[in-house]
Nanobody, 122 residues
Framework: QVQLVESGGGLVQAGGSLRLSCAVSGRTFSSYCMGWFRQAPGKEREFVAAIRWSGGFYADSVKGRFAISRVNAKNTVYLQMNSLKPEDTAVYYC?????????????????WGQGTQVTVSS
């Protein structure tokens, strides 16, 4: 069983930064594609970023502002969020997919965390 626990969310002013962390249990962390998704009130869950080996794949809305990274030795994936905007406000979810490629749709991810709230004030 794979368990994911997010941390690092909070309240920040527009233009500020936050770093989200996702700790993953299990011995096969390095074999997973790791993704971040977000869901704002009344909206569908949407893709934010993903990483399989090195280098990230990003949604256009966050490209140049967010950076995803992973440390396999720590079973942890990170999402560094800079230049935050009020429209980035959402619950952010970490997810894991047992695949050798980068994937960006919710149905391709088997495991999900509980989410962490990010609120950006204007």
């Amino acid at each position: 069983q794979v368990q994911l626990v997010e941390s690092g969310g909070g309240l920040v002013q527009a233009g500020g930064s936050l770093r989200l962390s996702c700790a993953v249990s299990g011995r096969t962390f390095s074999s997973y594609c790791m993704g971040w998704f977000r869901q704002a009130p009344g909206k569908e869950r949407e893709f934010v970023a993903a990483i399989r080996w090195s280098g990230g794949f990003y949604a256009d809305s966050v490209k140049g502002r967010f950076a995803i990274s992973r440390v396999n030795a720590k079973n942890t994936v990170y999402l560094q969020m800079n230049s935050l905007k009020p429209e980035d406000t959402a619950v952010y979810y970490c997810a894991a997919a047992d695949t050798t490629v980068v994937v960006a749709t919710t149905y391709e991810y088997e495991y999900w965390g509980q989410g962490t709230q990010v609120t950006v004030s204007s």
